[in-house]
């Protein structure tokens, strides 16, 4: 782990993303003693805001600190899921197989190796998926198994919003392979909805519980989606894994007889598949890191086909293989998009323009958050897309008095309008107009 990630943060040397810049200043505006939602405009979930904001605390904007925690979550998964496959019978054999292939996985792509909110929620859903494993092996009639699937799903949930879609997942599998009963079926739901509720309460009581709905829960994710790496250039990176899988779920099914539960294992891990790819129909941000979810059912399809085949020439090229093309790769996709200078739509790349804004409190309508290198947010206006969504559609005096409140009680020094979206603003806000001097794409906020 430490070998295949040091040639990335060492040697290829990506940029920081234009999400973890995102991260880096939720955790600033919240230590601030600003609100997520009602302060701070963005969709990212309230307990990843919270790891975000802690981080901040302690260890200010240190991207180092970030990719530390990352590590310890991904081998949190890895040895969990190691340790699952064994305790539960998954394969014929106990091994370190399935913990070594998890370690390949995640070198696929260099921003799985982020601490973003898919790898935080993810690691939620394996704690639940562990707990499905022990009510399909076990058979048990408790309850305390079924509750931890639901509250272990619920937190996912309020990491990362697409994860909701393992709540159909939890009530499928429960049914046709668990054999939850209507009893542990209600159970597992309202564990399901506690977390929820629990950060229901606390905006409710901060008189922020409609802004939590409005900016997460039913925020509308698939209408603007933030294009920062093509489709096509996941699937390739997506591709070796891919392809593995299916070779150990064809051949390893097929080599070995199954035991009844591990039929049943098998028969979860296929659902958890398709569901885990369905998540990626809510990402409000195309890149490789919000299918993480998917190195589950890849460590378990592809640690099915090498524990299944005798050792032989097959087995060490399959093997070997393996090991080179992930993690090559994914290196080789980062070198090629460096070279070609294609990764501006994702990483922050700060240059001579971005030099206006240094040390200073600016508000930046744009895609470009290098703006953001070396000052401070002001504003509740985080998150571009949903700024311009909002502010595009305000057509009533509350919504526009709402909008001038929040700009004038924190006045950005610099305001960075590339699409006119501020401008057009301040056209119905003459009083707020007369702060500002523009200076072609830039609003400077005049001395008094």
């Known amino acids: 782990m430490l070998v295949l990630s040091s040639i990335y943060w060492f040697i290829l040397t990506p940029p920081i993303l234009q999400p973890e810049m995102i991260w880096q200043l939720i955790g600033e505006r919240m230590s601030e003693g600003n609100m997520m939602y009602r302060d701070i405009l963005d969709d990212s979930g309230p307990f990843s805001a919270i790891v975000y904001w802690i981080l901040f605390v302690l260890f200010g904007k240190s991207i180092l600190v970030q990719k530390i925690i990352a590590s310890f979550f991904l081998l949190l998964q890895i040895a969990y899921l190691n340790y699952l496959f ?6 014929d054999e106990t091994s370190y197989v399935p913990a070594f292939i998890g370690v390949i996985l995640v070198h696929l792509s260099f921003d799985l190796l982020s601490l973003s909110p898919a790898l935080m929620g993810s690691t939620f859903i394996v704690f639940a998926l562990g707990q499905l494993f022990s009510q399909t092996v076990l058979q048990k009639e408790g309850s305390d198994s079924v509750l931890l699937t639901g509250i272990f799903s619920g937190i996912a949930v309020c990491f990362h919003f697409p ?7 939890m009530v499928v599998i429960g049914i046709i392979i668990s054999g939850f009963s209507f009893r542990q079926l209600l159970i597992s739901l309202s564990g399901y909805l506690l977390p929820i509720l629990i950060c229901s309460v606390y905006y409710f009581w901060k008189d922020a519980l409609s802004d939590f709905i409005y900016k ?30 299916f070779l150990g779920l064809f051949l390893g099914a097929i080599i070995r ?19 885990a790819a369905s998540s990626f129909l809510l990402t409000n941000r195309s890149a490789p890191y919000q299918l993480i979810i998917l190195l589950t059912p890849f460590t378990y399809f592809i640690s099915m086909l090498f524990l299944s085949l005798k050792r032989g020439h097959l087995y060490n090229g399959l093997s070997i293989a393996f090991v080179v093309l992930v993690p090559f790769v994914g290196w ?33 309508l744009s895609d470009d958050l290098a703006y953001f290198k070396n000052a401070k947010q002001a504003t509740p206006y985080l998150n571009y897309h949903l700024t311009r969504d909002l502010l595009g559609s305000i057509d009533n005096l509350h919504e526009i008095s709402q909008a001038y409140k929040n700009i004038s009680l ?12 501020f401008e057009a603003f301040l056209e119905k806000v003459p009083i707020l107009k007369q702060k500002f001097q523009k200076s072609g794409k830039y609003y400077l906020l005049k001395s008094k």
């Open 410 to 421: 924190d006045l950005p020094e610099v305001v960075v309008d590339e699409d006119g979206v």
């Open 216 to 245: 997460y829960i039913l925020t509308f994710r698939t209408a603007d989606i933030y294009v920062h790496v093509r489709l096509r250039d996941i699937s390739i990176l997506y591709a070796v894994p891919i392809l593995f899988s």
């Open 163 to 169: 994860l909701v879609f393992f709540l159909p997942y």
């Open 332 to 364: 080789g996709w980062l070198t090629v998009q460096t070279l070609n200078d294609e990764l501006r739509t994702y990483g922050v790349f700060p240059n001579e323009q971005h030099q206006i804004t240094e040390n200073k409190k600016i508000l930046v």
């Open 257 to 275: 007889p199954l035991t009844v539960n591990q039929q049943k294992q098998l028969q979860l891990m296929m659902f958890f598949f398709v569901f």
């Open 86 to 91: 064994n305790q539960y019978k998954s394969f």
